[in-house]
């Protein structure tokens, strides 16, 4: 059974920073695109940033330039950094992985899903 744990989140400062890990264990992560989406208050679930298998990343606009991506095969592990954050990042953050190495933009195409992590950004 997949099981994503998600740890980083927290409460920062605008123009502050945070560092998401998201942990994978049931099978070969290194063969899987793992996603970050966000969910706020009232809000839809909406994509964040996504790394294929193979190292191919893929940013939402209001990512590029300031959060990056990244992933460690050894340890099973998906990063998200966040720098510059600002008050309207302020959401749950969850991790996602699929069934195939491409990524995707839709939480549709994704199988599963951790339990989120909050992140706050004061202003």
């Known amino acids: 059974q997949v099981q994503l744990v998600e740890s980083g989140g927290g409460l920062v400062q605008a123009g502050g920073s945070l560092r998401l890990s998201c942990a994978a264990s049931g099978r070969t992560f290194s063969s899987y695109a793992m996603g970050w989406f966000r969910q706020a208050p009232g809000k839809e679930r909406e994509f964040v940033a996504t790394?294929?298998?193979?190292?191919?990343?893929y940013y939402a606009d209001s990512a590029k330039g300031r959060f990056t991506i990244s992933r460690d095969n050894a340890k099973n592990t998906v990063y998200l950094q966040m720098n510059s954050l600002r008050p309207e990042d302020t959401a749950v953050y969850y991790c996602?992985?699929?069934?195939?190495?491409?990524?995707?933009?839709?939480?549709?195409?994704?199988?599963?899903w951790g339990q989120g992590t909050q992140v706050t950004v004061s202003s």
């Open positions: 790394i294929s298998w193979n190292n191919i990343t």
């Open positions: 996602a992985t699929r069934r195939v190495g491409a990524g995707s933009v839709s939480a549709r195409g994704y199988d599963y």
